[in-house]
């Protein structure tokens, strides 16, 4: 499958700052979801933003999409130490899988 | 509810060696999925499983198979292993949802962390 690009790939801030993650791919999509995983560990899903979505909030998260420029946005808001982790953008291939992009390493420094 | 569980959590190997993976889906949950990570190709699908069947599967060779059981517990199965296999593999559930999607929402559990020497 092939896998749409994140940016940056990697991310260091300080607490309480912003962090803002970006996501392209190169299909039409029904759905985008963004996915978080600590090292070595398995994803947790974050959130889920459809095509006819332009933005969606969930806590200090919010999720942008724009498909017609087939890209999409992850602000992370007031940062902390426990957000340190990778995140992943991905979308449906089909109705049975996902393809994931590259993912982005954010470090939040205490 | 207690989340995707995988077994073992980690697995050293040699070539030529063949392996077994075990997942324990959500209870409830119908679909699973497997995904292979690793730092050079990143998350890629390995196939999925709904109700004891293989419905969809990505791109790797016939040594990688799989196959569910009637309490939706999975395993999948790693032949004559090579050094490139080495990736965490994880394991996904899901429910169905509108028309039929097993993709919107994906619970992973912690994974199996295999090394290849």
């Known amino acids: 499958s092939q896998q749409g690009e994140e940016d940056p790939q990697a991310l260091s801030i300080q607490e309480g700052e912003n962090a803002t993650m970006n996501c392209s791919y190169k299909t039409s999509i029904n759905n985008l979801q963004w996915y978080r995983q600590n090292s070595g560990r398995g994803l947790v899903h974050l959130i889920l933003?459809?095509?006819?979505?332009r933005e969606k909030h969930s806590g200090r998260l919010r999720v942008t999409l724009d498909t017609s420029k087939k890209s999409s946005s992850l602000l992370i808001t007031a940062s902390r130490a426990a957000d340190t982790a990778s995140y992943f953008c991905a979308h449906p291939v089909g109705r049975r899988a996902l393809t994931f992009g590259s993912g982005t390493r954010l470090q939040v420094q205490p | 509810k207690a989340g995707v569980t995988q077994t073992p959590r980690y697995l050293i190997k040699t070539r030529g060696q063949q392996v077994t993976l075990s997942c324990s889906p959500i209870?409830?949950?119908?679909?699973v999925s497997w995904y292979q990570q690793t730092p050079g190709q990143g998350l890629q699908f390995l196939f999925e499983?709904?109700?004891?069947?293989?419905?969809n599967k990505g791109n790797f060779p016939g040594r990688f198979s799989g196959r569910q059981f009637s309490n939706s517990r999975s395993e999948m199965n790693v032949s004559t292993l090579e050094l490139g296999d080495s990736a965490l593999y994880l394991c996904?559930?899901?429910?169905?949802?509108?028309?039929?999607?097993?993709?919107?929402?994906?619970?992973f559990g912690s994974g199996t962390q295999l090394s290849v020497l």
């Open positions: 499983y709904f109700s004891e069947t293989q419905r």
């Open positions: 209870s409830g949950h119908r679909s």
């Open positions: 996904a559930s899901s429910i169905t949802g509108q028309g039929g999607t097993t993709n919107e929402k994906l619970f």
């Open positions: 933003i459809r095509s006819n979505e």
